[in-house]
Antibody
């Protein structure tokens, strides 16, 4: 059974940082691209970032470029999102998602990031 | 950036009725369009990929059609568990983008 479990969310002040993690199981992690997708409270879905299976190529939404870094550790079956210079508008549930040809076929339950003073 | 516009924003229907949801792209995405279902407090679930292919375990009452810029998700006969929000997503170009969603609510 494919499982994705996010952690690392929480309350942070504007300008602060958080490192989100997504531990996976049930599939061969090292052979799939992975992504982060977020959802602000009461709003729709927004793609944030993707990383190829080897980690050699990364992609970012303009809204986060320069402030977040996606990475992965294939030996630990874990995906990461380092978020810096956080803004109030970054408040959202952050989902990690397994990619299948840039569709998202499995999702975690998400971790809530709240940016507030 | 490819903008996806979903309509209507809200669809009020009764169980057993047919639901027709639309997604229009600002430029051609070929067949590279997916549909997701999201229920309150849950993660999205992939329903349809590449415009018309049902994902694993998705009931046959869900079908997708279209290509280029105009796409449709059809639910042939609504079951109680189908009342949710539906999103389209394109994978043709970076950045990957989602539509704003259509809420299917009980009439």
């Amino acid at each position: 059974e494919v499982q994705l479990l996010e952690s690392g969310g929480g309350l942070v002040q504007p300008g602060g940082s958080l490192r989100l993690s997504c531990v996976t199981s049930g599939f061969t992690f090292s052979t799939y691209a992975m992504s982060w997708v977020r959802q602000a409270p009461g709003k729709g879905l927004e793609w944030v970032s993707s990383i190829t299976a080897t980690g050699g190529t990364t992609y970012y939404a303009d809204s986060v470029k320069g402030r977040v870094t996606i990475s992965r550790d294939n030996s630990k079956n874990t995906l990461y999102l380092q978020t810096n210079s956080l803004r109030v508008e970054d408040t959202a549930i952050y989902f990690c998602a397994k990619e299948k040809q840039r569709n998202f076929d499995y999702w975690g339950q998400g971790t809530l990031v709240t940016v507030s003073s | 950036e490819i903008v996806l516009t979903q309509s209507p924003a809200t669809l009020s229907l009764s169980p057993g009725e047919r639901a027709t949801l639309s997604c229009r792209a600002s430029q051609s995405v070929g067949d590279y369009l997916a549909w997701y279902q999201q229920k309150p407090g849950q993660a999205p679930r992939l329903l349809i990929y590449d415009a018309s292919n049902r994902a694993s375990g998705i009931p046959a009452r869900f079908s997708g059609s279209g290509s280029g810029t105009d796409f449709t998700l059809t639910i042939s006969s609504l079951e109680p568990e189908d009342f949710a929000v539906y999103y389209c997503q394109q994978r043709s170009n970076w950045p990957l983008t989602f539509g704003g969603g259509t809420k299917v609510e009980i009439k």
